[in-house]
């Protein structure tokens, strides 16, 4: 009985120990990737605005080539809305929204997890012009985890789990456009 007390009073102080810790560990994260694309900037920035087109090049849309896909509204314009439902526990279920457009330079998505977990962060696209054949294209992640989930952000290494998921995103939209 006593070896069940002290059992239970270390998980007790394991588990205040890391609730005390998320306290004061970061809740946000950054993800940014970039490519150079040898097409004009219009070219480039024309095709990445509509939502649909990120099923060409995006690493998740080729992860199930079967999942249920829905769009509203009009899209390549604030408001349109993908949403996706997918067997695939990589996939799951979820949405992306245009929240903003400042033509030619950037758009701006919400992302709304359901499934396997629930979450919503923000994304974003930027587009430069380098010169009259070369686009420089940035594609980023802001990411939350409130408390006491942050805690996992002290073992976990987010930019490392999702940075090459954007970088074959980022090269299949390179070769698309480039071919």
């Known amino acids: 009985m006593k070896i069940l007390k002290i059992v239970a009073v270390l ?8 609730l005390i810790v998320g306290l004061f ?9 970039e490519v150079i694309i040898e097409r004009p900037h219009q070219e480039v920035y024309d095709y990445v605005k509509f939502l649909k087109n990120h099923d060409n090049f995006s690493k998740w849309a080729s992860m199930d080539p079967n999942m249920k896909k829905e769009y509203k509204g009009t899209d390549g314009t ?11 526990k990589n996939v799951g279920k979820g949405e992306q929204e245009i929240i903003a457009i400042e033509e030619g330079k950037r758009i701006d998505y919400q992302l709304r997890f359901f499934e396997p977990f629930e979450s919503s962060d923000k994304a974003f696209m930027t ?7 070369q686009t420089k294209v940035q594609w980023g992640f802001d ?13 976990m290494n987010m930019e490392k ?19």
């Open 11 to 18: 998980f007790g102080l394991m588990i205040a120990v890391v």
């Open 25 to 33: 560990s970061p809740k946000d994260y950054h993800i940014l990737r």
């Open 78 to 88: 604030v408001g349109f809305i993908s949403s996706w439902e997918s067997e695939n």
């Open 127 to 133: 587009f430069e012009s380098l010169n009259a054949y």
């Open 143 to 155: 990411g939350h985890m409130g408390f006491p989930m942050n805690t996992l952000l002290l073992f």
């Open 161 to 179: 789990m999702i940075k090459d998921d954007f970088e074959t995103g980022l090269n299949n939209l390179k070769s698309i456009l480039e071919n």
